[in-house]
């Protein structure tokens, strides 16, 4: 598989990439599987519910146990109740977390890397640097390279990248440690320098 090399300019040739890793068939039902349990592995339990313990109520019997004609009850916090605890509350403990075997994921990851090179939405640079910190430096670069929004996987990342790109919400760099499904399927195109190519192959092979 072919990538295509480009440069401040435009395009500059092309780079040979591993077919084991850029010119797999995709498989959408293991990248679906393997996009859902990364954003589920990433989910926090925020969410708590009262039981019937927790509830604030009153301990008195709210009728006599018989002669009213109505259902026996002892107490308001039953879950039956409105304002009761519930039966099976959630906790800030909850565990969302999906196990994705390793040889699923590296193929998954190589299933998207492929496709993204057959849409021709893969381009390649020798390094990707910024002089300064500065979002607006960015910017300029991504624009004069032909991109609106852009995944930029680097072997390396520095300083200078890190502080420049956190403030554009349409550009995301990340080191090649870092690549993940749910980042190569969300961005329309990805840039990769040539060491995180190779990083990549030997990470997913």
């Known amino acids: 598989m072919e990538l295509k090399l480009i440069n401040d300019q435009g395009a500059a040739g092309t780079v040979v990439a591993k077919d084991e890793i850029f010119g797999r068939d995709f498989n959408q039902t293991l990248v ?4 859902v349990a ?10 708590k519910q009262k039981d019937r313990g927790e509830v604030r109520h009153s301990t008195k019997k709210p009728w006599r146990q018989k002669g009213t004609g109505r259902a026996r009850a002892g107490m308001s916090s039953s879950p039956l109740w409105r304002g009761g ?14 196990k994705v075997n390793r040889k699923m994921y590296r193929a998954g990851m190589a299933a998207i890397l492929s496709q993204l090179a057959r849409e021709d939405r893969i381009r390649v640079v020798e390094e990707f640097k910024l002089e300064q910190p500065k979002t607006k430096l960015l910017a300029q670069k991504v624009k004069a390279m032909g991109f609106d929004e852009l995944l930029v996987i680097t072997d390396a990342m520095d300083t200078n990248l890190t502080l420049s790109s956190r403030n554009l919400h349409h550009v995301q760099v990340i080191a ?4 993940n499904p749910v980042a190569l399927v969300r961005y329309p195109n990805v840039l990769l320098t040539k060491k995180a190519v190779a990083k990549l192959e030997e990470m997913f092979k």
């Open 38 to 47: 990364y954003e589920a592995n990433a989910r926090l339990g925020s969410r």
């Open 85 to 98: 605890g519930k039966i099976f509350p959630n906790t800030p403990d909850e565990n969302f977390s999906q």
């Open 176 to 179: 090649v440690q870092q690549a």
């Open 32 to 35: 679906h599987q393997l996009v």
